[in-house]
């Protein structure tokens, strides 16, 4: 049963209900029937809990997506590439200093850095394991991060040393 996902800001989730019995009548066994008009379709809508990271272009953005999950549109949102950064990872915040450039942050001391639009993340090195909320970065080398608690850490290496911010 064929179905498009397709996740806008709204969730928006088309299932095709072709049916995947042949057709005997018109003999083309195997081959799928098409639905009479006005049938065949259903349109489910919710709310997204995704989070959008925008960039200096406004065609270019990044989104959370649960499940570790981080998509990146380059046409206004009208389609998204995904890319599993990191399996179940609760992400929940990102920085997009540039269309490239991709900080984001999450539980359990989670943090990963994108400098090429996307096509690689690196884990970055948390400087505790603690919940983040909060990223703002510069480039791909200065990043602030905030913790749960408000206790912010700053890097201007890509991560490879964090310093308290007073």
């Known amino acids: 049963m064929p179905f498009v996902l397709n996740r806008t800001p709204t ?7 072709l049916a995947l019995v042949g057709t005997v009548a018109a003999g083309q066994q195997g081959q799928p029937s098409a ?3 006005g049938q065949g379709a259903v349109l489910l809508e919710e709310r997204s ?4 990271v925008p960039t200096p272009d406004p065609t270019v953005s990044y989104r959370l997506v649960s499940g570790g999950f981080v998509s990146r549109t380059t046409d206004g949102g009208a389609t998204w590439n995904g890319q599993l950064v990191s399996p179940n990872a609760a992400l929940k915040a990102g920085s997009a200093p540039s269309t490239d450039v991709c900080w984001v942050v999450g539980h359990h001391g989670a943090i990963y850095l994108t400098t090429n639009g996307g096509t690689a993340w690196k884990k970055v090195p948390a400087p505790a394991n603690k919940d983040f909320t ?5 480039d791909g080398s200065a990043a602030t991060i905030t913790r749960y608690d408000g206790k912010k850490y700053s890097t201007t290496d890509g991560g490879k040393r964090w310093q308290p911010v007073p």
């Open 11 to 17: 969730l928006a989730l088309a299932v095709s209900l």
């Open 35 to 37: 639905p009479a008009p």
């Open 49 to 52: 809990m995704d989070t959008t």
């Open 134 to 138: 909060q990223v703002l970065a510069k």
